[in-house]
């Protein structure tokens, strides 16, 4: 089955130390998303890949960054994680943007 | 004025009864709707999309579009305990480019 996967499922990292969430697709969709979502709030867009271009929001942080090496693959690097960035985080893909976001099962961040 | 509005909830209905979600937006351009599923600790899954004014039905699920109205809704006829959870509205913005805009989910107790 066609879907998108998310690794690790479950990350500690200490304060500060640099981690990287990785996501995959298999659905050969063109977009890519990152969001992170934390306990009763709703998913948070960090940025978006449309193919190969790269779109931040406005009020992401410098701490995240984000690779697309191919289509099937992006990153998300946490450069000096704090303890306000543990939560969820999850990865999407859409057709063209304009269809149906599909997610990951998500990546959850613990920072100690 | 919030982008997406959903009443938080809890909404609580009887096993076997119809559960109704309800949404507004504010971009009277928008094209396209959509209501997740998110079970505690998991990603959110989709269960519509609706793109045109009016009813679609998906098995027990109904999501209904008013435009006119700014108003998307999801019915749940014979409500099981296993939909207990939150549903998320997510509306595409007008602007073209893929960002979803969600409401702050509805979180549904379903008691049997």
């Known amino acids: 089955d066609a879907m998108v996967i998310q690794n690790p499922r479950y990350q500690v990292t200490q304060f500060g130390k640099p981690v990287t969430l990785s996501c995959s697709q298999t659905l050969n969709h063109n977009v890519m998303y990152w969001y992170q979502q934390k306990s009763s709030q709703a998913p948070k867009l960090l940025f978006h890949?449309?193919?190969?271009?790269?779109?931040n929001e406005a009020d992401t942080p410098d701490n995240f960054q984000s690779r697309r090496p191919n289509t099937s693959f992006c990153f998300l690097d946490i450069r000096s994680p704090g303890l306000g960035d543990a939560a969820m985080y999850l990865c999407a893909t859409s057709r063209d943007g304009a269809y149906e976001q599909y997610f990951g099962p998500g990546t959850r961040l613990t920072v100690t | 004025q919030k982008e997406v509005e959903q009443n938080s909830g809890p909404l609580s209905v009887p096993e076997g009864a119809i559960a109704s979600l309800n949404c507004t937006y504010s971009d009277r351009g928008s094209q396209s709707f959509f209501w997740y599923r998110q079970y505690s600790g998991k990603s959110p899954e989709l269960i519509m999309s609706?793109?045109?004014?009016g009813d679609k039905e998906d098995g027990r699920f109904t999501a209904q579009l008013n435009k006119a109205s700014q108003y998307v809704s999801l019915l749940i006829r014979d409500s099981q305990p296993s939909d207990s959870a939150t549903y998320l509205c997510?509306?595409?913005?007008?602007?073209?480019?893929?960002?979803?805009?969600f409401g702050q989910g509805t979180t549904l107790q379903v008691k049997p």
């Open positions: 609706i793109y045109s004014n």
């Open positions: 890949y449309y193919d190969k271009d790269f779109n």
């Open positions: 997510a509306v595409l913005g007008s602007s073209n480019t893929g960002k979803l805009i």
